[in-house]
């Protein structure tokens, strides 16, 4: 088969289109006896391999070139970054103990999804103990008032007490309550919002009392153990998130923040260790939300952002 020769020309590839066109300006404004490496504009120690030549393909060849306009375009930034998974700190929540005590017993475990209400662990607790104790006592002083007020009301209106003591008992009646109450309110704040179910099952045991997990989520984290000594409002026993969705917190150097943009798109690689760099240059901290599904919090990651 005879082999076609073919001029490259500037729709073809760009970096042969280059090297002609200077080569063509070179040979038009030399003389014959100028060497070949001041032919070129690029240097004048270039060598002989170094100048752009014609060359030939056959038909067959011709058949894979694709020919495309010459145009101008944007070359894409790549950032390679570092950074960390982490929860969600807006959908995450610590769960303290409300009571003071030793752990019994851990109900729950770290993975484990669990709904708001539902007992995460029991504590042995003197403090719910009293607290349990005062609200019967009151229950029970309310209930003796307020049959004695009834009483006072009836023998008052057939004249056989004075108003005083009609005063006397209704005044009575309304210490009880407010005494009630105020028992009831510190069971409440310990997680127990129907003090009513205890003074119905006075004979169960006093000590032991639950923490509620006082929103829906997953277990992420889990702080105590049995046994520990927990310290009412001071000690944290769990970490419940959200984790439908968690964060990618981002190490951007202050040299290509300006790159940065809102809705740019951005890649996370499979999960490595990240080499350490020597660069001493001011550092900014960016955040993605990310579902859940890819990538695993408390995770090094290296994240690739086009700018």
């Known amino acids: 088969m005879t082999p076609t020769h073919i001029r490259p020309s500037e729709p073809l590839v760009r970096f042969i289109a280059l090297p002609l066109l200077a080569l063509a300006c070179a040979s038009c404004g030399s003389g014959p006896g100028e060497s070949e490496s001041r032919m ?6 270039e060598k002989k391999a170094d100048i752009a030549q014609t060359f030939h393909i056959t038909q067959e ?13 944007n070359l894409p930034r790549t950032l ?25 017993e851990i109900l729950v475990a770290p993975g484990q999804v669990v709904h708001k209400g539902q007992p995460l662990l029991t504590v042995t607790s003197p403090d719910y ?24 009301q009836d023998l008052f209106a057939h004249g056989a007490i004075a108003e ?7 005044s009575n009646r309304t210490q009880a309550h407010a005494d009630l109450e105020s028992s009831a309110d510190a069971l ?11 003074a119905r099952n006075p004979v169960q045991s006093t000590a032991e009392i639950p923490v509620p997990a006082p929103v829906a989520g997953e277990i992420v984290e889990r702080l105590v153990g049995p046994g520990q000594l927990l310290q009412a409002g001071g000690t ?57 599904a890819l990538c695993r919090p408390a995770s090094l990651r ?5 700018s």
């Open 236 to 292: 944290q026993c769990f970490t419940i998130s959200d984790t439908g969705s968690v964060w990618v917190l981002v190490n951007v150097y202050q040299s290509d923040l300006s790159f940065v943009r809102v809705g740019r798109t951005s890649k996370l690689p499979p999960t490595r260790t990240p080499k350490p760099s020597m660069e001493e240059s001011p550092i900014s901290h960016l955040r993605w939300t990310l579902p859940r």
């Open 164 to 170: 005083a003591d009609l005063q006397q008992a209704e």
């Open 80 to 104: 390679r970054l570092t950074g960390s998974v982490a929860y969600n700190a807006f959908l995450t929540t610590p769960v303290f103990a409300a009571i003071g005590g030793p752990v019994r």
């Open 61 to 73: 060849q011709t058949a894979h070139i694709e020919v495309v306009p010459v145009r101008k375009e």
């Open 188 to 198: 409440r704040a310990l997680g127990l919002h129907d003090p009513e179910a205890i």
């Open 302 to 306: 290296k994240i690739r952002a086009a």
């Open 129 to 152: 103990s009293a607290a349990r104790s005062a609200y019967i006592k009151a229950r029970d002083a309310f209930a003796l008032a307020d049959k004695m007020y009834a009483r006072a």
């Open 40 to 45: 070129t504009s690029y240097t004048a120690s």
